[in-house]
């Protein structure tokens, strides 16, 4: 079935380096992808999110770029700190629903000082 | 603001025993959510409550899983009996109508743990 998923389970980075977390996905009609942050003991926290139409959207340190073509989603976390240590995850919306995020299984960022 | 309330935090129980999850919104929000998340997965939907009616349930195994919102704000869901493979964190979400710059914004509680032995 149609699923979207991560790369890579644990990516390990120094402070002050940029990150990048990646995320595959296969159905092509999704209207929106968002990423989530989830420290530990705590629930999803909305970081980014992007329509199909666009190719890239940037936050505060954050930049999630969409590529329809390989359906590849990334987010890019800039000058990365101890604080961004998490797991990420991306989520697609599907059409025809009632905008229902459908969650990745996740990777886990860890920030060493 | 306060955010999404969920208890208790933490509930330990054997196979076969029932238990239930409380959750309260954020105040004004009509949708709902229940989600669960098993250990190094990401998060699965339950049921999503629009006040007190439910939208999709289709995922929730109705054989043992029940969830209810009666009065369109806080929201209860149970388990009878329970099952080793329902060791889990039930997160609750919550969020008003969706806006086209935020679609994705939902707002978690920090979620039950359930361990089923």
């Known amino acids: 079935g149609e699923s979207v998923g991560l790369h890579l389970p644990t990516l390990s980075v120094q402070e002050g380096d940029n990150s990048i977390i990646n995320c595959a996905y296969s159905?092509?009609?999704?209207?929106?992808f968002i990423w989530y942050k989830q420290e530990s003991g705590k629930g999803p926290q909305f970081i980014i999110d992007?329509?199909?139409?666009?190719d890239k959207r940037q936050g505060q340190r954050v930049t999630v770029l969409l590529n329809k073509t390989v359906k590849h989603l990334s987010l890019q976390i800039a000058a990365t700190q101890p604080g961004d240590s998490a797991v990420y995850f991306c989520?697609?919306?599907?059409?025809?629903?009632?905008?229902?995020?459908?969650f990745g299984r996740g990777t886990s960022l860890i920030v060493h000082p | 603001e306060a955010g999404v309330a969920q208890s208790p935090r933490y509930k330990i129980i054997e196979k076969r025993q029932s238990v239930a999850f409380w959750c309260n919104p954020i105040?004004?929000?009509?949708?709902l959510y229940w989600y669960q998340q098993i250990l190094g997965q990401g998060p699965k939907l339950l049921i999503q409550?629009?006040?007190?009616?439910?939208?999709?349930d289709s995922q929730l195994p109705k054989d043992r899983f029940s969830a209810e919102r009666l009065k369109g704000v806080d929201s209860t869901l149970k388990i009878q009996p329970a099952k080793l493979e329902d060791s889990a964190v039930y997160l609750c979400?919550?969020?008003?109508?969706?806006?086209?710059?935020?679609?994705?914004?939902?707002?978690f509680g920090e979620g039950s743990r359930l361990t089923v032995l």
């Open positions: 979400a919550s969020r008003t109508r969706p806006d086209p710059g935020r679609t994705g914004e939902l707002f």
């Open positions: 159905n092509s009609a999704s209207d929106y």
């Open positions: 992007i329509r199909s139409n666009m």
């Open positions: 989520a697609e919306i599907r059409p025809g629903g009632s905008y229902i995020p459908t």
């Open positions: 105040s004004g929000h009509a949708t």
């Open positions: 409550f629009q006040n007190n009616g439910v939208v999709d």
